[in-house]
């Protein structure tokens, strides 16, 4: 084998070790199908060995080809390649790598509710820890995927993939310690997260370890509800709102369209018609059942009455067409049937109870009672089934 036709092999075969490192977690055609999550971390780990024995191995044909003063066509062929090389470190090193492209705030500044510049119509995701309350825009979590707070006394770790639409919040802690973690990709098209200790990759939907020495540990999580600012206002006025870091304005305004399903990204786009990959849905799980809810289905309905789990749940689509509420249906002990009543209201069958979107009953022979929240997300189809394998669908 010449020289040339060797250092040609060695200079593709670097470059597309330098493609693998970020092909396997990051959404291109092809990568997020399959279970490449293993071989994508060692390659991760081991991307410092590859490189250097593939530099050995390209070192002395490179120095006879450029030394070769006789054949300069040769030796531009050699440049060339050796430029193209560099292209592709850069890109796959530096624009390429999720926590390039996707960046934490540099200031975080939360407001109450008569400070606030967030539109009281704009999607929040809502949190509760130790009787503080937050609300987190989703135009703004959904371009940093990772927002660090401390709410009540505790870190939290509010995270958002905008590719399978899960806004979830955790406990950033490992073994009881604090822990920083970094966007590093995705695995099924769900936004993943290396901690600094460990280099350990978890993913965001679950909040558990799929690589690394910390695999199969999981993030403790902390419930968190999705729904206009206006309605959690209504529930939380002491609220505090995540305000928008100055420093992303650009990056905030190409979010704007995606919370209310108005992207046009094949990733982050909404299919309009049900049971699609990228159709909405609302997922429940309880007892290791899971289910989920065609969101068109739940909009036309308002008031959906089913069981799960053992569990007699209701579903509340409010007349805002984004907030959403989940509760047992059960009061003293026996499952109650609910309809539609005026505006935000609905009542029971059973004693004709009128009840408010907080889950309150306002009037009736059941005055005062609260029914309990059952924790639930909107998300992609593709995304609850994916994670929710045993899943069925409410038809």
Request: glycine share 8%; charged share 20%.
């Amino acid at each position: 084998m010449s020289k040339l036709v060797f250092f040609i092999l060695g200079i593709l075969l670097l470059a597309a070790l330098e493609v693998a490192k970020v092909y396997f977690i990051m959404p291109m055609p092809g990568s997020q199908e399959a279970d490449t999550i293993d071989l994508a971390y060692w390659i991760h780990q081991h991307i410092w060995l590859l490189r250097t024995l593939g530099w050995l191995l390209v070192a002395y044909p490179t120095y006879g080809l450029l030394a070769d003063h006789r054949r300069g066509g040769r030796r531009i062929a050699v440049l060339a390649l050796l430029f193209g090389y560099g292209v592709v470190i850069y890109l796959f090193n530096f624009r390429f790598l999720a926590d390039k492209m996707f960046y934490q705030p540099k200031e975080t500044v939360m407001l109450d509710l008569r400070s606030n510049k967030i539109p009281v119509n704009k999607v929040v995701l809502g949190l509760v820890v130790n009787g503080q309350a937050r609300a987190y825009p989703v135009q703004l979590i959904g371009y940093h995927h990772q927002v660090r707070d401390t709410v009540g006394g505790e870190p939290v770790m509010v995270t958002y993939c905008t590719v399978c639409r899960t806004g979830r919040v955790f406990r950033p802690l490992v073994g009881n310690q604090p822990e920083e973690f970094r966007l590093v990709g995705m695995d099924h098209f769900n936004a993943m997260f290396e901690d600094k200790a460990t280099g350990s990759w978890w993913r965001q939907v679950s909040g558990e370890a799929i690589a690394g020495p910390l695999k199969g540990r999981q993030l403790a999580s902390l419930p968190a509800e999705q729904m206009t600012l206006h309605a959690w206002a209504e529930r939380h006025p002491q609220t505090l709102v995540l305000q928008p870091d100055s420093a992303f304005r650009k990056q905030y305004t190409g979010m704007e369209p995606y919370e209310r399903g108005r992207s046009k990204g094949d990733l982050t786009r909404r299919d309009s018609l049900a049971w699609k990959p990228k159709s909405w849905v609302v997922g429940v799980e309880r007892k290791k059942a899971a289910r989920a809810y065609d969101w068109n289905q739940l909009q036309q309905q308002r008031i959906t009455n089913d069981q799960l789990g053992g569990t007699p749940l209701v579903l509340m689509v409010a007349a805002d067409s984004v907030s959403f509420h989940v509760w047992n249906r059960t009061v003293d002990g026996r499952p109650l049937q609910f309809v539609p009543g005026s505006a935000d209201s609905f009542r029971d069958t059973e004693t004709q109870s009128v009840w408010n979107r907080q889950g309150v009953c306002l009037e009736g022979p059941l005055k005062g009672r609260r029914l309990e929240p059952i924790p639930a997300s909107q998300e992609y189809l593709h995304s609850w089934e994916t994670f929710h394998p045993g899943t069925t669908r409410y038809l």
